[in-house]
């Protein structure tokens, strides 16, 4: 089993459409979790982090499961803008230098 | 605003040939990584340290060594490039601290022929 697993997709939505993506993780120890979005060809970037009490950044909300081990990301009103590759990212262990463990991504298409 | 630079953007290499991956970041970082992409993997942690003179193997390390050369700079190594090793790899870079966030160098699409 993958240490974290995320739906591949593709995600098609029309825009201002609401869309969600899950992602599980495997090690119960894990202590951080991060959104990343990747567009295409380029290089991730951080989305947001999640934070246990769940975490709201404009038209994004991130929401951790520690007991159930998943982490989501809703998006609201989806623009254009939006269409990327979302990555999930667990660090399992802390400490000065952290094995950020990557999902396979999602990839979301947001059509006109 | 460099954050973190990766050189070179593209390279192709035959079979047998070595090359090195050049990573440097002016943000102060202690930590630096090195991931590989490939379509459906995702992104898979090759070495990384946790400050100038550590490195430790990720998921991936067979057929790479790395270099911690200072705190600005990690390079990646291949001695012997296999076909298997085609590849994106990205350099990364994050400041200590588990809620840090990494920075990402724009990558350095490799192909081996």
């Known amino acids: 089993r993958k240490e974290v697993e995320q739906d591949p997709g593709p995600f098609n939505v029309p825009e201002g459409a609401t869309v969600a993506f899950n992602c599980t993780y495997s090690?119960?120890?894990?202590?951080?979790f991060f959104w990343y979005r990747q567009d295409c060809r380029k290089e991730p970037k951080l989305l947001m982090s999640v934070y246990s009490s769940g975490n709201e950044d404009g038209r994004f909300t991130a929401q951790l499961n520690r007991a159930s081990q998943y982490i989501s990301l809703l998006i609201r009103d989806s623009k254009l803008s939006d269409s990327a590759t979302y990555l999930c990212?667990?660090?399992?262990?802390?400490?000065?230098?952290?094995?950020?463990?990557f999902g396979s991504g999602t990839q979301l298409t947001v059509l006109p | 605003n460099a954050g973190v630079t990766q050189t070179p953007k593209f390279q192709v290499l035959k079979t047998g040939q070595s090359m090195t991956l050049q990573c440097a970041q002016d943000?102060?970082?202690?930590?630096m990584y090195w991931y590989r992409q490939d379509p459906g993997m995702g992104l898979r942690l090759i070495y990384y340290?946790?400050?100038?003179?550590?490195?430790d193997k990720g998921e991936v390390p067979n057929g790479y060594n790395v270099s911690r050369l200072n705190k600005r700079e990690f390079s990646l190594r291949l001695e012997s490039a296999a076909p298997s090793q085609t590849s994106v790899y990205f350099c990364?870079?994050?400041?200590?601290?588990?809620?840090?966030?990494?920075?990402f160098g724009q990558g350095t699409r490799l192909t081996v022929v």
């Open positions: 090690n119960s120890a894990s202590q951080s």
């Open positions: 990212v667990v660090t399992p262990t802390s400490g000065s230098a952290r094995q950020l463990t």
């Open positions: 990364a870079s994050s400041a200590t601290g588990s809620r840090t966030e990494a920075f």
């Open positions: 943000m102060n970082h202690n930590s």
């Open positions: 340290s946790a400050s100038e003179g550590t490195t």
